[in-house]
Structures are given as structure tokens and as C-alpha cells.
């Protein structure tokens, strides 16, 4: 017996009786009672949360109580048959009890169903602007929603039975909705007649004359997609028009169809919404808050055809997190007005229903500089991820940013241990890692660094237990159709299926299936026993998984893509919180009584903002007017300042068979051991607030057999090969040797500069070389590049391989603006003294034919700082009266990583010079005195010829 070690503190059977609540410093209290209803709302982008109490809730809570008190006055006799029965768990032979959030979810409905009028005096509950009632239950995830549904089926088909008359209470037609096939595949336990019906799995009904009656239950479920209109064919002789209502009702319906008074259950409800005629919402802003504008429509439109012509007696809404889109800048998503009843994923916490989430609450690295927290906790919010992450056309080889790699190698670390334990208790499957990013491109990315050997750890090198969830095949899984071809795709599925540790017989059946339907074997399997999911360790998806999938063994969670709300973070979670068992310990609970509660399981997450300090609320000082705005645009009437330029995605450097460096003239590469993150410290989050009394940590100084040198040099090596091998003439076998003795020469050298006698010590050094690894080859492959380049060889944007200042859309800046009459945009957005004097002198100056700011042009860079690919964005592009092109870099203060810039400058306007056909190319870059703007253009403007840049040392030779 123990006291309450974790935030687990009630028993998901009784009713709360107390419950952690955020105080003013942050930190979690105890407080008696159990927690009103209400959600908080997390803005990530601003740092801010406020409390938003769910009055209605709170009074039909009251309401509620006060009526099961009275003996549940009203209800008809099978009600209270039912009731009696769900309620009396010391004579029941039922194997599984009721949660306590279950009862009170049916309590609540059967109350608004039956309840006399003086027991709802003064209760109006919103409706959805149909003509059709709703009511939503808002359960957490793993609160058992699938049994509340079997519930609601039996008191609602035992009735409308026995009470036939009362058609407007009851129904024996029920039709459920569900989000696409996963979902509606788990809900078929809700067909009396299917092997592991819920009906006798949790004994609902009382006697065995009512169970054989509820056989009568005419059921129908169907996913969205049913619900969209017939496509009118196109080639057809006969033109038969739209469908009509009739027909579109027998279609969706099929035998339900010959039944009026149809009782609806929406699962997952927060798709199914009316959109009011004000709210606009970009299909990219829906996206981004994971939500399908369509489905909404469809969904809805659909119901009330239904309804026009069968009649809705009620629907009945099932959803953890019932929101929809506002279309407000202040708050993107609201709660569902006819939210009836409220258990949240924080009472899931407490009640041990789910995994305690613990995020990232501080690590060894310098933190985020404007909210002070580790870098860790919002990955894709730090600079060198989200725009590394966020560029069309990257290609899955590249590298990750540096600090993605470094919280890969800190989960893994914690991801290995969990493994080991579970192979030592006999757990047939791995835990799995959860990655959620942000585009297709980042998905191959990171499926390439665990597939191909960029994972630190060799235990997730595992291309076999590594899937990523192609997004498009498995949209056209949940509809039931056919994606387009993809073979590497297919055999990446079927290497899977291959190596999944399971009968020869159960392959057999599955080895036909397309890959749509082999995607959803393998996803919707993760982790169970004797399927071919039942291996996989690593899973990789873009946006959300659908709901419905409920792999359990999921322990640790990577997001790599933004969080705009809570919302998102409780959804992306939601995939990672079913528990793995349900092992009870006997508990002190707060108001000193012995329990036995569950124990705690937890979810490790990096990169998901799940707590939030700050309180937006308060007084202050009003926000100040909106600032005057300035229209930029494309002049068509200024076509002869147009400028175009090419799209070069990347430059390769073609290098000489014999690969050599100089050493003696290598600047030194510093490591900061401040900016290298080899710890972490993750504690439990609940209510906005990290639990630091129960903190863990990751430290990889604890591994010092994993950081062998030599193992070092040959991952550098491989690092190394990647980049060059593009542009290697020699044997492979020659360049990997000869690479290896570079990174070790530039290894033991005194060029690698680590400013700390601590952590000279070898294995310290070792730990920051391994986690710096992209950042030292980057090093080494430039300085081999510059040593021994023969050539550059340009690779274009295939899609979009010409750019243009005429193709600029218009776009409105707040910043000083400057008119011009000598650039085909109409203004120049100044950021400095040194830009408004520059776009003066271009404005001025006889020999700039045409020139314009580089800003929302599309004329971009990339370039490698610290083994991340950045964006570059020069400031300008100029058109000389010669016909030469000068891209025009203004700083006043300059950098390492401006360096990098320019000399990823240098090697674009050397390709694309070399390549020939798009005019003559120069760059220039002014630093420290603006005066040296007519310097550098003058000196371009003498010759049509290329001209090295004056304002910068020499990078390369030209």
C-alpha cells in the first residue's frame, strides 16, 4: 500500500473527490471536489491560456444529481431496469464494470429524455442551427465512448419495443456515422449478433427475455463518405440529373431506409459541424488545425436529407474534443455549444483511464530566448526546424536539423530502455515511436533517417519495423478506394509484412491485398498480437492519424510540425494514450481511504506543447489602432523591369578523383557545449502544469559503450559520402577511404575547438561530436569542395524552374515603404537605414536598368549552418544597363552563418553561370559602410562580363 505517487488520485469507478488544480506559480495543488466542468485554451503561438467554465454543464450536473437522488423519478420501467443494473455492481456477474464518466454520460442523456420538467426548469440547451436536436457527450480518449454507444442502443431499442407510442423518445432505427473505415470496422461489436458484441461482453441487459428482444435492433453504420452525393457520370448517353432525396436516402440507409423516427449516433462528432454562413476558414488554416472543411459539409448535408425524409428524433454526438472553427484571430476553435456532459482528458489523467503524458521540461542547452523554455518542448517553433521542415521539394536524403537529430537521439536513448524492460517481462511487441510532422517531404525525410542509418541508435535502425503512413494511400483506404501506383511504396509494406514474426498462413491471407488494404492491416494493428503490425517499432505520419487507431504500446511521441492550439496537441497526443494494461496497487487516495487505482503508464513527448504558464487574462493597457497598411503588387505596365532568374533547388559539386584538404589553412569549427543538448528532464503534465516532483531524466552520458570513436569517424564518413557521392568520379569504395582518413585527420587536428576543460574529457567530447555530427561533415565537405571542386553542376525546380518578379502576387506590409519607378514592384520594403538608402541610390544610379527587393518574390537559397538546411533570402536582385544580373546582399553586422550564406551565393551564380542560358550572374554584399553601394555597382557595371565580388574575401576561386 502507498500514498498517491503520481497524478493518478481517484478511481475511475466512483465519483472524484478530489482533483489537481493549477496554481499561481505554477505548480499542482490538491484541491476537494471534483473539477466543474470547463476547458482551457492554449494559444501556443502567443504563450497564453485562460479557463473557459462550461456553466451549462456545471448546472446539469446539479440537475442530474439531484434527480438519480429522487430515485430517477419519470423513467419508464425498462429504464429503470437498465439503470438498476448498469449501477449494481456488488450482485452483478458482470466481468467489467462501468466507469464512473460512462454512468453519468447515459444519466445524463436518459435525464434530458425522461426526466419530468421540473427537474430541467430553467435548462436550455443550444442547438446546432438545424431542425434536428443534438446532444454531445464530450469523453476523453480511452473512456470508453464504443460502450456508451452500446448503452444508449439498449435503452433506446428496449424501449421504443415496449413503448412503441413514444416515437418522438424512442427509436429501434439507429444509424451511426463514424469517420471513416478504421472506426467504422471497431464499431461492428455494436451488431448484437457479431462474436464480440458489447451487449453480452458487458452484460447490458438485465435478463435474458431482454437481450433476445434487443436482437430486433435494425442497425446501420457507415463511414462520412457514404453520405456525399452520386457523382452525375459524365460520359453517359442518359442524362438522369441530380439524385433525389428518396433515392439518396434508400442508398446511404439500405434496409433502415423503410423505417421514420431514426435515432442518430455521430462518433467522433468534432467532423461532423454546420458551418455558419460567416465563418471563413482557408482550406490551409483547416488544415493546419486538422480539420476537413468538406467532411463538415458532407456530413451535416447529409443528415438532413435523412432527416427531410425519415425524421430525426435526436442525434446523439461522442467526441473528446467537440470543436469547431470559428473563423475569429482570437480563438480558432469553440466547444459545441450542446456539450451536455464533460469528462476531459485531465479527469482521464487522474483516473488512471490514459497514460500520464510527460513532456520536456528542461534540458542542458541554452533555451528558447523568448519564452525561456527548453527548445525541446515546441521543436518546430525553433527557426532552424520549422524552416528546414517547411520546403517543398526536399529531398529524403537530407540531413535533419541538428537539434531534431539530438531529441531523436535523447527519445531513442529512452525508447531503448523502455524496450529492454519490455523484453525482459515477455512483452510480445516493441513500444513504438511516434513521429507527426508536418509535410510529405519531412515524412521521407525522417523515414530515411531511421531506414538508411541516420538514427544514433542501431536498435531504430530498422527498416523492417519502420513505416511511414503514406497519407494519401491511407486516405484512400478509409474511403475504400484505390491509390495511384507506387511500387516502392508497396514494397516497402510488403518487407514489413515480411518480417512481422507471424504464422506463415496469416502472410499467406495477406500478401494479395492491395496496398490500400495492406496499409490497413499493418496501421490499424500496431502492436496487437499475431497481425502484421504486431512488430512495428517506429511509426511516421504527416498531419494525424485517424481515429480509430489505438495502438496501445505507443510510449514516446516526436511532433514536428505546428501547434496552433490545445486542441491539436490533446488530438496528436490522443493517438499515444491508450494504456498497455489495466494492473491495479492499493492507494491512499487524497481523502484518505484505500483504493486500489491503476498504475501509471506514461507517454514520453518531445516537440508538443501540452503546458502552457502564462494567463492571457488580466488588466493592461489597451492594444494600440491597427498601423497603416501599404498594397505591393506587380506593375504590368512596367514589364520592362521585370526580372526572372532560375530555380535552382541545389548546386553538386563534381570533384576530382583524389581528395585532399589543408589542413594548416582550415578554419577551426568551435563546438558549444551550451548549445548541445545530452540531457532532459521530462515530468508528468496535466492542467497546463509539469509535475517537476516526479521528473525523469534522459542522460547519455549513462551509454558510453554507444559513442565509440571509431564508430564516430565511419557515421561521419557515411555523412560525407552521402553529399559528394553526386559528384564523385572515383570508385565508391575509394571516396568512403578516403573520406574516413579526412574526418579522422580533421578529427585529432587542433581545428576542432571545444571551449570547455570539462568536457575535453574523451567521452564527454565524443558524446558532442556524435550529436554535432552534420554540423563537423558540413564543416569538412565544404573545405573539400573548395580544395577540390572540377566543376558545378545546377539542379533545377522541375515544376517551377523559372521565376519572375511579374508572377509576385500582391501582398500588404505594415513596414516603411518606399514607391519606385526603376522596379516592376511598386514598392520596396525598407527593414533598415541601410536598405532606404540603398533602394535610393538603385533608384538614382543610370546603370541599373531594373532592380527590385527580394521580398515575397520566391527567389530563395539553401544553404547547410550546423548540419540544418536553411533558407537564404538575399536582399537584392539588380538588372545592370550591361544585361548583367547582380544579386546585392546589404549587412551591417556580419556572421559565420551570413558566411555560409554568401558561399552557398557564390556556388549558385558559379552553376548557373557555368550552365549558360540564363544571362550573366555576379554577387556582391556591402558590409559596414552603405556608402559602398555605388562602389560595388559601379564596379559590375564596367563589364557584361562575370565579376568576383569586392565587398567579401575570396570563398571560392572563380
Not at 419530468?116 to 435548462?123: A, H, N
Not at 442518359?238 to 432525396?245: H, I, L, Q
Not at 531511421?450 to 519495423?465: I, M, N, S, T, V
Not at 505520419?541 to 480509430?548: D, K, Y
Request: hydrophobic share 40%.
Amino acid at each position: 500500500m502507498s500514498s498517491a505517487r503520481s497524478l493518478i488520485i481517484a478511481s475511475p469507478f466512483e465519483r472524484p473527490t478530489h482533483h489537481w488544480l493549477r496554481q499561481g506559480d505554477n505548480t499542482l495543488a490538491l484541491k476537494e471536489g471534483r473539477r466543474p466542468a470547463g476547458y482551457e485554451i492554449f494559444d501556443t503561438r502567443n504563450n497564453t491560456v485562460r479557463t473557459v467554465e462550461l456553466a451549462l454543464v456545471n448546472r446539469i450536473r446539479q440537475r442530474v444529481d439531484a434527480w438519480r437522488d429522487a430515485g430517477y423519478p419519470g423513467v419508464t420501467t425498462i429504464t429503470r431496469q437498465l439503470l438498476g443494473h448498469w449501477r449494481d455492481d456488488e450482485h452483478s456477474t458482470r466481468q467489467n464494470a462501468f466507469y464512473f464518466c460512462q454512468i453519468e454520460a447515459i444519466e445524463t442523456l436518459v435525464w434530458h429524455v425522461e426526466a419530468p420538467p421540473d427537474f430541467k426548469q430553467g435548462i436550455a440547451i443550444p442547438g446546432d442551427g438545424g431542425l434536428w436536436e443534438r446532444l454531445c457527450s464530450k469523453m476523453a480518449t480511452g473512456s470508453g465512448k464504443t460502450t456508451v454507444m452500446a448503452m444508449i442502443i439498449t435503452w433506446q431499442v428496449l424501449n421504443a419495443l415496449t413503448y412503441p407510442k413514444r416515437n418522438k423518445d424512442f427509436s429501434r432505427a439507429v444509424f451511426i456515422v463514424a469517420p471513416g473505415l478504421t472506426v467504422k470496422e471497431r464499431l461492428q461489436v455494436l451488431y448484437p449478433g457479431h462474436a464480440g458484441n458489447y451487449y453480452d461482453l458487458f452484460n447490458l441487459c438485465p435478463n435474458e427475455g431482454m437481450r433476445q428482444k434487443l436482437n430486433q435492433l435494425e442497425l446501420g453504420i457507415q463511414n462520412w463518405h457514404s453520405l456525399m452525393p452520386l457523382k452525375e457520370q459524365e460520359r453517359s448517353v442518359v442524362r438522369k440529373g441530380a439524385e433525389s432525396d428518396e433515392a439518396y436516402v434508400r442508398r446511404v440507409l439500405g434496409k433502415l431506409s423503410s423505417h421514420k423516427d431514426i435515432l442518430i449516433i455521430n462518433d467522433e462528432a468534432h467532423h461532423a459541424y454546420r458551418k455558419p454562413p460567416e465563418l471563413k476558414v482557408s482550406r490551409k488554416d483547416a488544415e493546419a488545425l486538422g480539420i476537413d472543411l468538406d467532411e463538415a459539409t458532407r456530413w451535416i448535408e447529409g443528415l438532413d436529407r435523412i432527416h427531410k425524409t425519415r425524421r430525426i428524433i435526436r442525434c446523439f454526438d461522442l467526441s473528446a474534443t467537440p470543436f469547431a472553427p470559428t473563423g475569429k484571430t482570437s480563438t480558432e476553435s469553440s466547444l459545441f455549444e450542446w456539450v451536455v456532459s464533460d469528462f476531459g482528458l485531465n479527469d482521464a489523467i487522474e483516473a488512471g483511464l490514459v497514460k500520464t503524458p510527460r513532456v520536456v521540461i528542461r534540458d542542458n542547452a541554452l533555451p528558447n530566448a523568448q519564452t525561456y523554455r527548453t527548445k525541446l518542448y515546441h521543436l518546430y517553433r525553433e527557426p532552424e526546424v520549422s524552416e528546414d521542415l517547411n520546403r517543398r521539394g526536399a529531398e529524403p536524403h537530407e540531413a535533419l536539423p541538428q537539434i531534431v537529430q539530438e531529441a531523436y537521439t535523447l527519445l531513442g536513448a529512452d525508447w531503448r530502455a523502455t524496450m529492454e524492460a519490455w523484453r525482459e517481462s515477455g512483452h510480445p511487441s516493441p513500444p513504438v515511436m511516434l513521429t507527426v510532422c508536418n509535410r510529405t517531404e519531412t515524412a521521407a525525410r525522417i523515414e530515411h533517417y531511421f531506414r538508411h542509418g541516420d538514427a544514433y541508435w542501431p536498435e531504430l535502425k530498422a527498416p523492417e519495423r519502420t513505416l511511414r503512413v503514406d497519407s494519401r494511400v491511407l486516405e484512400k483506404a478509409e474511403i475504400g478506394e484505390t491509390a495511384g501506383t507506387d511500387k516502392a511504396y508497396e514494397a516497402v509494406l510488403q518487407e514489413i509484412l515480411e518480417a512481422a514474426r507471424i504464422p506463415e498462413w496469416r502472410k499467406e491471407a495477406l500478401r494479395p491485398l492491395k496496398k490500400e488494404e495492406l496499409l490497413r492491416a499493418i496501421v490499424d494493428n500496431v502492436g496487437k498480437r499475431n497481425t502484421a503490425g504486431q512488430d512495428l517499432q517506429n511509426v511516421i505520419s504527416v498531419a494525424m492519424l485517424s481515429e480509430g487507431w489505438d495502438a496501445k504500446n505507443v510510449t514516446h511521441i516526436m511532433g514536428l510540425r505546428a501547434f496552433t492550439s490545445q486542441l491539436l496537441c490533446e488530438q496528436v497526443i490522443g493517438r499515444g494514450l491508450r494504456r498497455v494494461t489495466y494492473d491495479t496497487e492499493p492507494v491512499v487516495c487524497p481523502d484518505g481511504i484505500e483504493r486500489q487505482l491503476f498504475r501509471a503508464e506514461f507517454v514520453n513527448v518531445f516537440g508538443v506543447p501540452l503546458s502552457i504558464f502564462q494567463d492571457a487574462d488580466g488588466d493592461g493597457e489597451p492594444p494600440p489602432p491597427p498601423r497603416h497598411s501599404t498594397q505591393i503588387e506587380a506593375l504590368k505596365e512596367r514589364s520592362e523591369r521585370e526580372i526572372s532568374w532560375p530555380n535552382v533547388l541545389r548546386v553538386d559539386f563534381v570533384v576530382r578523383p583524389r581528395l585532399e584538404i589543408d589542413l594548416a589553412k582550415m578554419p577551426a569549427l568551435k563546438l558549444d557545449p551550451a548549445q548541445i543538448r545530452v540531457s532532459a528532464d521530462l515530468a508528468p503534465a496535466l492542467g497546463g502544469t509539469a509535475d517537476l516532483a516526479k521528473a525523469v531524466s534522459i542522460d547519455l552520458e549513462k551509454l558510453p559503450e554507444d559513442f565509440r570513436l571509431q564508430r564516430l569517424l565511419f557515421v561521419a564518413a557515411r555523412k560525407a559520402f552521402e553529399t559528394v557521392q553526386h559528384g564523385f568520379t572515383g570508385s565508391r569504395a575509394s571516396l568512403i577511404q578516403q573520406l574516413v582518413g579526412l574526418v579522422e585527420a580533421f578529427f585529432n587536428s587542433d581545428k576542432l575547438e571545444i571551449p570547455s576543460l570539462f568536457h575535453q574529457d574523451p567521452l564527454r567530447k565524443r558524446i558532442l561530436v556524435a550529436l554535432s555530427m552534420d554540423t563537423l561533415v558540413q564543416h569538412v565537405i565544404e573545405h573539400v569542395h573548395q580544395e577540390n571542386a572540377e566543376r558545378l553542376e545546377p539542379v533545377f525546380d522541375p515544376e517551377f524552374p523559372i521565376g519572375s518578379t511579374r508572377a509576385m502576387r500582391t501582398w500588404y506590409s505594415t513596414k516603411p515603404c518606399l514607391e519606385t519607378t526603376r522596379s516592376q514592384i511598386s514598392h520596396a520594403v525598407v527593414d533598415s537605414t541601410w536598405e532606404h538608402y540603398t533602394v535610393q541610390r538603385l533608384e538614382k544610379r543610370p546603370d541599373v536598368a531594373a532592380y527590385a527587393k527580394n521580398d515575397h518574390l520566391g527567389f530563395q537559397l539553401h544553404y547547410l549552418w550546423r548540419g540544418s538546411r536553411r533558407k537564404y533570402v538575399p536582399d537584392f536582385l539588380i538588372r545592370l544597363a550591361n544585361g548583367k544580373h547582380l544579386i546585392l546582399e546589404i549587412k551591417g553586422e556580419d556572421s559565420d552563418q551570413n558566411r555560409s550564406k554568401r558561399m552557398a551565393l557564390d556556388a549558385w551564380v558559379r552553376a548557373v553561370n557555368t550552365r549558360g542560358g540564363f544571362g550573366t550572374w555576379c554577387w556582391d554584399v556591402v558590409k559596414g559602410e552603405p556608402s559602398k553601394v555605388d562602389d560595388v555597382i559601379a564596379f559590375h557595371a564596367r563589364s557584361a562580363a562575370p565579376s568576383p565580388s569586392t565587398g567579401e574575401g575570396i570563398l571560392m576561386p572563380m
